[in-house]
């Protein structure tokens, strides 16, 4: 179990508007930047959101992620058959000897 | 553009040893701390270890502390992972990926595509 907490699914219809949570505490998320990775089927993790709210370069502005207190979110609008993936928060932890945590993951499903 | 192609990985008996390994391109690789992350078959991601940029300090997950070892030659750009004392909970596929900057951040912006390691009798 993650100390980091996610919902394991989500859904959505196309053109909807879905968030995904992650809960943490005051030693991780609490202090220190989240960040949000897309896995698609069958494929590698991709970096969709960084220092909590930052897109990296091609990541289209449908996806947005915010943070607030020991909580972030990842919120996808317009959604599109093709965000139907598996999506991990992670940070570091200052408490723990291995400091970096990843969420349980959210499959999202596009229906 | 960046690459990270892992190799090494395969069917070892429990107790066994692995060295995997991580060609990295397209980068200067002594610039940026690198990573080795986990996923068993149908689960999540779970961070493996980490070096610095010198390969002087790594981090390990308390899973494999004392049994897996992360190091890197910075003057053949590759990242490796000695996997010892192996058991049936260490199978999964393991990407390197790159750190952005330094340590203390889960910013990894460049992943490989895995190379699966299984532990089975």
């Known amino acids: 179990q993650s100390v980091l907490t996610q919902p394991p699914s989500a859904s959505g219809t196309p053109g909807q508007r879905v968030t995904i949570s992650c809960s943490g505490s005051s030693s991780n998320i609490g202090t220190n930047y989240v960040y949000w990775y897309q896995q698609l089927p069958g494929a590698a993790a991709k970096l969709l959101i960084f220092?909590?709210?930052q897109r990296p370069s091609g990541v289209p502005d449908r996806f947005s992620g915010s943070k607030s207190g020991t909580s972030a979110s990842l919120a996808i609008s317009g959604l599109r058959s093709e965000d139907e993936a598996d999506y991990y928060c992670a940070t570091w932890d200052d408490s723990l000897s291995g400091p970096v945590i990843f969420g349980g993951g959210t499959r999202l499903t596009v229906l | 553009e960046v690459q990270l192609v892992e190799s090494g990985g395969g069917l070892v008996r429990p107790g066994g040893s692995l060295r995997l390994s991580c060609a990295a391109s397209g980068f200067t690789f002594t610039h940026f701390a690198m990573n080795w992350v986990r996923q068993a078959p149908g689960k999540g991601l779970e961070w493996v270890s980490t070096i610095t940029l010198s390969g002087i300090t790594t981090y390990y997950a308390d899973s494999v502390r004392g049994r897996f070892t992360i190091s890197r030659d910075n003057s053949n750009n590759t990242l490796f992972l000695q996997m010892n004392s192996l058991r049936a909970e260490d199978s999964a596929t393991y990407f390197c990926?790159?750190?952005?900057?330094?340590?203390?951040?889960?910013?990894?912006?460049?992943w490989g595509q895995g190379t699966l390691v299984t532990v089975s009798s």
């Open positions: 990926a790159k750190s952005r900057y330094g340590v203390g951040d889960a910013d990894f912006d460049s």
């Open positions: 220092r909590n709210t």
